[in-house]
């Protein structure tokens, strides 16, 4: 599966959108980009995922450019509870093991 | 959401003993499981795919015969520390896949931290 890169630590002001990019200059045409985050001391939570197309459902848009080599997670209005680390991965279909390979994630930092 | 869930959610055992993780999909059928260690502050680590009626596969460096699984129904999974050392003190969590579409889906339990004296 293609590798990740994401900014290790973001901050954001509660209330605002948080924007975390994500590159991914290796995929292939048949990986889809998840997201994922991970509450401290907690088992990680899925957000949302996309092939090509954005995607938006009620926790947070993805936006995957057009050449699909990186992509942004958009958190509209982000709040308090959503302070964790948020992990970007990208996964074939034809993943025989089927195994998701976290890297280091974003650890965003939502300050009041 | 799909909902995985592990039980117990913290255990503290005393060094030479085994210890038993549950871990349910609790509102879907999963074939396949997953099983991860986190230290702190590190990223989530796999440590062996399991497949619903067959043996797990387990990453490199994983030992078999002391994190035995077993995965005897299509929505549970155990992970067994054996002869558990204090080196074996980890947050250990499962995943669950679910199909949909043309992708699928791996759903997390809330991890067990496991001590050892």
């Known amino acids: 599966d293609a590798k990740t890169t994401q900014p290790t630590s973001m901050d954001c002001a509660e209330g605002r959108a948080a924007n975390l990019p994500c590159n991914h200059s290796?995929?292939?045409?048949?990986?889809?980009v998840y997201w994922y985050r991970q509450i401290h001391s907690q088992g990680p939570q899925y957000i949302i995922h996309g092939l090509k197309n954005n995607e938006t459902n009620e926790m947070a848009s993805l936006i995957i450019t057009e050449d699909r080599k990186s992509s942004t997670l958009i958190l509209p209005h982000a709040t308090l509870r959503d302070t964790a680390v948020y992990y970007c991965i990208v996964r074939a279909t034809n993943n025989a093991g089927n195994m998701l390979t976290f890297g280091g994630g974003t650890r965003l930092m939502v300050k009041p | 959401g799909a909902v995985v869930s592990q039980h117990p959610s913290r255990v503290i055992c005393k060094s030479g003993t085994s210890v038993k993780i549950e871990c349910r999909s609790l509102d879907f059928q999963a074939t396949t499981m997953f099983w991860y260690r986190q230290f702190p502050k590190k990223s989530l680590m796999l440590m062996a795919t399991s497949n619903e009626g067959s043996k797990a596969t387990y990453e490199q460096g994983v030992e078999k015969d002391k994190f035995l699984i077993n995965h005897a129904s299509l929505t549970l999974s155990t992970l067994t520390v054996t002869s558990a050392h204090p080196e074996d003190s980890s947050f250990y969590i499962c995943?669950?896949?679910?199909?949909?579409?043309?992708?699928?889906?791996?759903?997390f339990g809330p991890g067990t931290r496991l001590t050892v004296l």
């Open positions: 995943s669950a896949r679910a199909a949909s579409g043309g992708a699928d889906t791996q759903y």
């Open positions: 290796t995929i292939s045409g048949n990986e889809y």
